[in-house]
């Protein structure tokens, strides 16, 4: 009889250890799933933390179209303008100029220089149906045809008639392009439309925001255009950082020395681009008003333009250093290949 209730007190004991040990596992398990959720938050909060921060540097410049109305936009450019106004002061320098050749192709141009004017202005420069006027080398314009009209966005095919110069030769040539031109991010996407002598003619220009007063707010460093003006009290002046990449792939590639005078004709007559849209900035920079120039930025960029004579000749002298030693450089790259 006593053995038997020892068994069942035996018994009794040993369920209730099993109770507690699965109290104990439960306990344990919500804990650790507990602990679980927790670190998924955590690692979901912080990865949003760097996505955030990401897109913040990503975007450490102006945002002239995102979220804003088209009355907004227009405001803001024309207060950019009126910086300028105020201060024109502006020195232009000579472009970045690599030349690459990557394996079967011509080469690879990368231009990259400062202009002393608003992204919207060189953007209105560079995607003006008659900025034959402003670029030099544009001799026609045969054709052009509006495939897909957003507004923001345009798809553009047109055909024109180039000048090209080297040394003492000089000539014509048909470039037909399908032209992506995007406000939003302004850029300019070129790419070869109907075959010829081209196997790959393509590129792109691409136009950041500068802010040129941006001392004026130290120690504060503004990453957005709202920002900068804010903490330069309307003064601070906004120019642009344009690059241009360009790949050019004849259908078949001349060996050198041709090669060397093919990539000599391109990189000129990129030269001569630059040159033209430096020219017609400092025009722009010199125009008698605020709304001379958002009037030439919108229409025809050189109706009711000031001639600026003085600005003109110092651009050339500067210019005519900078292709000096240009030539220098790039014949020296040419001549490795």
């Not at 955590?42 to 002239?64: E, T």
């Not at 041709?258 to 990129?270: H, Q, V």
């Not at 400092?282 to 000031?306: P, T, Y």
Request: net charge positive.
């Amino acid at each position: 009889m006593a053995n038997k209730e020892m068994e069942k007190l035996f018994d009794a004991t040993v369920n209730k250890g099993k109770d507690c040990s699965l109290a104990m596992n439960s306990a344990v398990g919500s804990l650790v799933q507990f602990q679980k959720n927790i670190q998924n938050s955590l690692k979901g909060h912080l990865r949003k933390l760097m996505n955030d921060k990401q897109k913040i540097g990503a975007r450490s410049s102006l945002v002239l179209v995102e979220n804003e109305s088209p009355s907004a936009l227009e405001a803001n450019f024309k207060k950019q303008l009126e910086a300028w106004k105020e201060n024109s002061f502006w020195v232009d320098q000579a472009p970045e100029i690599k030349v690459s050749v990557p394996k079967g192709s011509l080469c690879n141009l990368n231009v990259k220089f400062n202009v002393g004017l608003p992204p919207d202005a060189i953007f209105n420069i560079v995607t003006d149906p008659d900025n034959k006027r402003v670029f030099k080398n544009i001799k026609e314009v045969i054709s052009r045809k509006v495939l897909l009209d957003e507004g923001i966005r345009q798809v553009v095919e047109v055909e024109q008639a180039a000048i090209w110069r080297f040394l003492w030769w000089s000539g014509t040539i048909t470039v037909h392009a399908i032209v992506d031109q995007n406000r939003k991010d302004h850029t300019v996407k070129f790419k070869q439309g109907k075959s010829g002598f081209m196997k790959q003619f393509e590129g792109c220009w691409k136009v950041e925001p500068l802010f040129v007063d941006e001392q004026m707010c130290q120690p504060f460093k503004p990453t957005t255009w709202n920002d900068y003006d804010s903490c330069t009290q309307g003064k601070g002046r906004v120019g642009s950082v344009v690059t241009l990449d360009q790949l050019i792939q004849p259908a078949l590639v001349p060996p050198p020395p041709i090669s060397w005078y093919l990539r000599g004709i391109t990189t000129r007559t990129t030269e001569m681009l630059v040159n033209d849209l430096l020219a017609e900035t400092a025009r722009l920079r010199c125009a008698v008003s605020i709304e001379e120039v958002k009037g030439n930025l919108e229409g025809s960029v050189h109706d009711k333009m000031l001639d600026s004579a003085d600005a003109f000749i110092n651009i050339k002298q500067r210019w005519q250093v900078g292709r000096k030693q240009n030539r220098r450089r790039n014949r020296r790259l040419l001549l490795t290949h």
